[in-house]
C-alpha cells in the first residue's frame, strides 16, 4: 500500500536497517483512513508502523510512517496530553523534570520549549530562576492563554511553529527543554541542530523520552505502549547519545526518569487491568513515583 513516507535512518542517514518489532496487521499495510481511528488513546487492537534498527547507529525507527502533511492533520484534533492523569500527579511529575534540569545549569539567559503543552515546567522556571526570556514553541492554540499565565510577568514569545526556531536569538538560552516531543519528530536531527545554535557556552538541553533499552520494554515485547502510530522513532541511551553528537552536542548524560500517579489511580488503574472495581478501597492519595520506562537525557552546548 502506497500514501506513507518512505524514509532512511533518520540520526544517520543509512538505508541499512532490519525489522525488530511489528504489529498485527503492519500499520504500512493499511490506509490513512483505516489508521485514523487508532491514532490516539489505548486500543484493543495494537497498530503501529514495523520498528527498524538501522544497522550503522542502533536508532530503532519506523521507515515507513506518515508524511508532515499527514501528521499536522492528525495533531490537529488532538487532546492536550495525559489528561486521563490527575493534575497533582502530573505536576509532580513535571517538577521533578525541573529540578533535574536546575542541577545541571545555572538558570539564567533565556529558556525554551519545544511543546510546553499547558506549561507546567515553564511555570517552574519562571519561579524559581531568573531567565530574561522564554521562548515556548507550542502547536495547541488554546493552551496559548495557560502559557501566557505561567510565565508572567516575564517577557514571553509563544510561537505555534514548531519547525522554526528563528526568531530566538543565537547563543542566548541557558536552558532548553524537550518533554515526549523527540521521538514524535519526523527530522529530530534537524530540531537538535537548530536548539543547539540557540545555546549559549555551557547552556543544557533537557530531553525526557520512553526508553526502549528498558527493561519494561523488554517485559512488555510488542504490547509496551510507546509502540504506536505517534513515536517515527524511539530512542535508547545508546541512541539518544550518538544523535546527540552528531547534532553537535559535546556531552550527554541520561538517568532514568520518574512519573508520579496518585496511588487511589494506580489501583483502579491495576483494578480495570484485571477486570475488578477498587473504587471502594481506602487507599492514599499521595503520589507515588515510578521509574516506568523512560529516561531524562541532559545534553550540554
Ligand atoms: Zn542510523
Known amino acids: 500500500m502506497s500514501g506513507f513516507l518512505q524514509r532512511s535512518c533518520p540520526s544517520c542517514g543509512h538505508n541499512r536497517f532490519a525489522e525488530k518489532i511489528r504489529s498485527e496487521p503492519r500499520a504500512e499495510t493499511l490506509s490513512l483512513e483505516e489508521l485514523r481511528p487508532f491514532w490516539a488513546g489505548f486500543h484493543e487492537t495494537k497498530l503501529f508502523f514495523s520498528y527498524h534498527r538501522c544497522a550503522a547507529c542502533g536508532l530503532l525507527f519506523a521507515p ?7 501528521l499536522a492533520e492528525l495533531y490537529s484534533d488532538l487532546a492536550p496530553n495525559m489528561d486521563i492523569v490527575p493534575s497533582a ?16 545549569a545555572a538558570l ?15 511555570a ?21 492563554p495557560h502559557l501566557a499565565a505561567a510565565t508572567a510577568p516575564f517577557p514571553t514569545h ?3 511553529d514548531m519547525t522554526d526556531l528563528s526568531p530566538v536569538p543565537d547563543g542566548s538560552v541557558g536552558v532548553a527543554a524537550m518533554i515526549h516531543v523527540l521521538d514524535h519528530l519526523l527530522d529530530p536531527v534537524s530540531m537538535l541542530r537548530q536548539i543547539h545554535g540557540k545555546l549559549r557556552p555551557g547552556g543544557i538541553l533537557m530531553i525526557v523520552t520512553h526508553n526502549e533499552g528498558s527493561l519494561l520494554r523488554k517485559v512488555m515485547g510488542r504490547r509496551w505502549p510507546p509502540f504506536c502510530l505517534q513515536h517515527p522513532q524511539l530512542f535508547s541511551p545508546a541512541s539518544i547519545t550518538a544523535m546527540l553528537r552528531r547534532s553537535g552536542f559535546a556531552s550527554a548524560t541520561v538517568d532514568r526518569s520518574t512519573n508520579y500517579f496518585p496511588v487511589d489511580f494506580l489501583v483502579k488503574q491495576a483494578g480495570k487491568a484485571i477486570g475488578l472495581k477498587f473504587d471502594r478501597l481506602p487507599v492514599p492519595k499521595a503520589p507515588l513515583g515510578l521509574k516506568l520506562g523512560n529516561m531524562i537525557t541532559m545534553a550540554k552546548r
Do not use: M
Open 64 to 70: 515507513r510512517f506518515f508524511d508532515d502533511d499527514q
Open 89 to 104: 500527579s502530573i505536576e509532580a511529575t513535571q517538577r521533578s523534570y525541573f529540578e533535574a534540569a536546575a542541577k545541571a
Open 158 to 160: 509563544i510561537l505555534s
Open 108 to 122: 539564567e539567559g533565556g529558556y525554551l520549549e519545544i511543546g510546553p503543552d499547558v506549561g507546567h515546567v515553564a
Open 124 to 144: 517552574h522556571a519562571a519561579r524559581t530562576g531568573c531567565f530574561d526570556a522564554f521562548w515556548l514553541f507550542e502547536p495547541n492554540l488554546t493552551v496559548h
